[in-house]
Nanobody, 115 residues
Framework: QVQFVESGGGLVQPGGSLRLSCAAS????????MAWYRQGPGKERELVAT???????DYADSVKGRFTISRDNAEKTLSLQMNSLTTEDTAVYYC?????????WGQGTQVAVSS
């Protein structure tokens, strides 16, 4: 069964950094484009960053230059390095394929940016 387990979230002050991780199982990880998504309070889920099977990356304008997505196909893990965090980055962060496995969202990991 497809499963994504996110971790690494927490409370951080504006300007701080966090590194999120996602462990994937039940899929041939290397065969899929992967992505990080987030859902802020009162907002719809949005795409944050994508990494293709070949390692090409793309970012939402709001995080470009601050976030870095990476993958380890051998370990079947996806990471998101987040720097220069702002209050606008407060959200629950999810990993999934792109396009996503709509019925297999994980619990996500909460990121709260506050002073």
């Amino acid at each position: 069964q497809v499963q994504f387990v996110e971790s690494g979230g927490g409370l951080v002050q504006p300007g701080g950094s966090l590194r999120l991780s996602c462990a994937a199982s039940g899929i041939i990880f290397s065969a899929f484009n992967m992505a990080w998504y987030r859902q802020g309070p009162g907002k719809e889920r949005e795409l944050v960053a994508t990494i293709t099977k070949g390692g090409s990356t793309d970012y939402a304008d709001s995080v470009k230059g601050r976030f870095t997505i990476s993958r380890d196909n051998a370990e079947k893990t996806l990471s998101l390095q987040m720097n220069s965090l702002t209050t606008e980055d407060t959200a629950v962060y999810y990993c999934n394929a792109r396009p996503p496995f709509w019925n297999y969202w994980g619990q996500g990991t909460q990121v709260a940016v506050s002073s």
